[in-house]
Structure formats: structure tokens, C-alpha cells
């Protein structure tokens, strides 16, 4: 707040006027503390640069009249009061004028709740647009024309849907309008999508984010895979909480907080069962569902633009997510080798989350932590005695052969058939003669 304080005490020395503006003025109403503080001003950007001449800054986006002021090391938006002019791409807007009336500026805001200033040299609020009393009431309300503001920027779509979640519910109006233009959702780039979705599960309210994406149609146009979820049944004596989608909907609440690559691995858990349920008998099941639901995962985030990292985590989660059920079955070596995955730990979050979305079985978790327990003092992925150069000291060139006979020997070293690798090279000759 001292930058800001500084930034607008300058600007008011030189003969401008100059506010906090947007989120910040929202956040510090509520009592937090803004990550960030954007700045407007009557003076247009040349001046803006000339009052900072001794400071270093960037004019990333002049023409849009905003110049990026650093101070200590941190930078500071400073944008022009403006007019926004029509925008054909619906991104933003095709040209800006400037003014020096701050009501004008207000008018061409999102969000009423975005829409206020503050001037902190006499602590004033300025709120041309019913922001505080929406604020108070928890609604989401866009200024002015609904349909006027979403022409400008489609996605502010999506935001609509975040801040409705995070602060209270979507005004019926606004609520209207997403659901008019919700099919235009296609003109924004994907990666904006994903990054809204992403932010989205980052407030830690699942229920209410599907729930608004379902409200306001944007739900079919950006994860259709959902709406066939909800429409997806389930075993009763497995899920009595109702169709796959109210499952999933358990699971992402037990996962709030996590890793966003664990939340998504639980939003997509069980998209498969759209492709594998069937009805067999007084019996619903949903084999394979693991295997196709990761690869839809992979269609779905690939789709939004993902990066490649993440929807290898995401999918191998949703792959791997009912191997748990199998580890107590397995023989040791197989047990350590599964421990050993890197995506272990999220799994196993990812299996308690599954079993408190239906009924609340614990016997597979009991049974994985008492050989989590019991293996405690081994390392679960110790380095091999044996590798492919001993294999190949003996006789053996052909490759594939080289791989199958390492794999083995591990095997037998995590059952603990040898002990260090003089046992091991033993066993090797022996395993030849």
C-alpha cells in the first residue's frame, strides 16, 4: 500500500488524479489484503512516464494506456481513465479513448464489485455502481448492459461463474445474459478457459463452481463429458449418493486444498463410467472405466490446452486410481514397486477421497498403511545390484531379453531373496549354469 500511496501522491503533486481501482478496492472492503493494486489516473500515458521518468518503467500496453511503474522491485499497473470503444474479437476492445472523468472510467468495468475506487490519501471509497451494497449481499452483478459487457469480453463468461462461487451467487440478470451468450464461449482462446478453471478450483468451492457451470450453460459448452456424468448411475450398494456426477462431487470436496493436478484427478476420476456402465441384471457396472476415463481425461485437457506435464499427471491418476483396491493382493516386490511410483502419495489421497465419496470403506487404506508401516525401515526403491552389463558379461546380448532378466532380478531383490550384490551376481550365474 506504501507504493500505491506514493505512486498517487506523485501523480496528485504533478496536477492529476490518480486512485486504487478494481479487486483491490473489493478486497480491502472485505478485509484482505490485495495481492496486488492497480492504479488509474486522469494522466495519459507520455505524462505517466514523464512523473516516472526516474523510475524504470514498461510500456507494455501504451496503447491501451497502461504503463507498468516499478517500485522496490515491484510493479505496479497505472492505466489511463478510458472509454472502451466496440471489440470484434471479443477479447478486447478495438480502440480506447481517454478521459479524465472517473464515472466513465467506472462505466466500462465487469463487475459492479470491481467497479469501485479508493483514494487512499483521505481513505475515501468512490462507487458509482453499487459495488459496496453488492458486496455486502454477496451478488455478482455485471455494470450497466449484461449483454454490453460480455460483447466486450466473452470470458468474462467464466469469471462470472468464479466470483459468483467465491463471493455469493451470480444476480439474476447477469445469471441471464451468460446463459444467452454462453455458446460464444468458443471465440475465447483455451488457454483463458483452462486458466479460469484452474483459478476456479483454487477457491475451494467444487459444489457450487459445477453447479453455476451447469446454471449458466457454459457447462455444455466447455466439459460436455459432465453433463453425461450426471446422467450416469451408479450401484446403489457401492454409491448410495446418487449418479457419478454426485460422486465426483464428494470427491473434489475431499480434495480441496490439494495440488491442482490432484483436484483435477479427482473432477475426472471417474469420466470413464460416461463410456463403461452398463446394466447387468439388479447389477450397474462400470469395468474398464479406469482405462477409458484416462483417456478422455486426456481428450478433455488436451482440448483446453493443457500443458503436457499436467495431463500426464492428471491422466496416469485417473489410470492408476482403482489400483489400490489390488495392493494388499500383490506379492512384495510388486507392492515396493508400486510404492516407489511418483504418483504415489497422490493416489493414495486420491483412493480416501474415493471411498469417502461412497460408501466409507477404509479396509484397502488400513491394509496400504500397515505395509507402508511395515516397509518403513526398506527403501521402496533401492538401487538395482544388478544391471544390464552384468547381464550381458555373461552371454546375454539380445535386448529384450537384457530388460525382462533386470526386471526379474529386482523383483527378486525387493522380495529380499539377496541381500547385497555379491548375493545377487551369485544368483545370476547360478540362474545359467
Known amino acids: 500500500m ?15 488524479e490518480a486512485y486504487i481501482a478494481g479487486g483491490a478496492v473489493r478486497d480491502m472492503l472485505m478485509g484482505v489484503q490485495p495481492h496486488d493494486y492497480d492504479i488509474v489516473t486522469s494522466a495519459i500515458p507520455e505524462e505517466v ?7 524504470k518503467n514498461l510500456a507494455i500496453r501504451k496503447s491501451f494506456g ?20 466496440n471489440s470484434s474479437d471479443g477479447r478486447r476492445p478495438d480502440s480506447v479513448e481517454f478521459t479524465s472523468d472517473i464515472k466513465q472510467d467506472a462505466m466500462r468495468r465487469d463487475f459492479t464489485i470491481n467497479g469501485m475506487y479508493y483514494a487512499p490519501l483521505n481513505s475515501e471509497i468512490i462507487d458509482f455502481v453499487g459495488g459496496r451494497e453488492d458486496l455486502k449481499k454477496g451478488l455478482v452483478r455485471f455494470i450497466g448492459n449484461p449483454d454490453d459487457r460480455i460483447e466486450e ?24 445474459a451468460v446463459k444467452r451468450h454462453a455458446h460464444e464461449i468458443h471465440s475465447v482462446s483455451k488457454e483463458r478457459i483452462q ?15 459445477i453447479d453455476l457451470l451447469f446454471k449458466t450453460g457454459l457447462m455444455h459448452e466447455i466439459l460436455p463429458e459432465f453433463e453425461i456424468l450426471k446422467d450416469t448411475i451408479q450401484d446403489v450398494r457401492w454409491h448410495p449418493e446418487g449418479n457419478a456426477l454426485s460422486h465426483t462431487l464428494l470427491v473434489m470436496e475431499a480434495l480441496v486444498g490439494e495440488s491442482i493436478e490432484l483436484q483435477f484427478g479427482g473432477m475426472f476420476h471417474d469420466i470413464g463410467k460416461i463410456e463403461t456402465t452398463v446394466i447387468e441384471g439388479d447389477r450397474v457396472s462400470s469395468k474398464g472405466h479406469a482405462k477409458a476415463g484416462s483417456r478422455i481425461t486426456r481428450e478433455i485437457m488436451k482440448r483446453l490446452k493443457f500443458s503436457n506435464d499436467m495431463i500426464e499427471t492428471v491422466a496416469e491418476l485417473v489410470y492408476d486410481h482403482m489400483k489400490m483396491i489390488e495392493v494388499p493382493k500383490m506379492k512384495k516386490s510388486s507392492q515396493k514397486r508400486f510404492f516407489a511410483q511418483d504418483n504415489f502419495s ?21 491394509a496400504v498403511q500397515a505395509l507402508l508401516d511395515k516397509y518403513a525401515s526398506e527403501p521402496v526403491k ?12 555373461i552371454g546375454i546380448k539380445e535386448g529384450k531379453e537384457i530388460g525382462r532378466i533386470k526386471n526379474e532380478f ?4 525387493l522380495e529380499g531373496m539377496f541381500s547385497d550384490r555379491e548375493q545377487a551376481l551369485e544368483h545370476l550365474k547360478k540362474y545359467f549354469d
Do not use: W
Not at 49 to 55: A, H, M, P, T
Not at 155 to 167: D, E, S
Open 2 to 16: 506504501e507504493n500505491a500511496k506514493f505512486i498517487i501522491q506523485r501523480l496528485k503533486d504533478n496536477g492529476y
Open 49 to 55: 512516464e514523464r512523473v516516472f521518468s526516474d523510475k
Open 66 to 85: 497502461v504503463i507498468v511503474v516499478i517500485i522496490n522491485d515491484i510493479e505496479y499497473e497505472i492505466a489511463t481513465m478510458r472509454i472502451d470503444s
Open 153 to 176: 469480453d466473452k470470458l468474462r463468461m467464466m469469471r462470472a461463474v468464479r466470483f459468483g462461487a467465491r463471493f455469493g451467487t451470480i444476480e439474476t440478470s447477469t445469471l441471464e
Open 195 to 209: 486458466e479460469e478453471l484452474i483459478k476456479m478450483l483454487k477457491i475451494g468451492k467444487p459444489r457450487k463452481i
Open 346 to 366: 497422490m493416489l493414495f489421497k486420491l483412493h480416501a477421497a474415493d471411498r469417502k465419496g461412497g460408501c466409507d470403506r477404509t479396509e484397502t487404506l488400513e
Open 382 to 393: 533401492p538401487k538395482p545390484f544388478i544391471d544390464g552389463r552384468d547381464i550381458m558379461a
Open 410 to 413: 529386482y523383483d527378486m531383490q
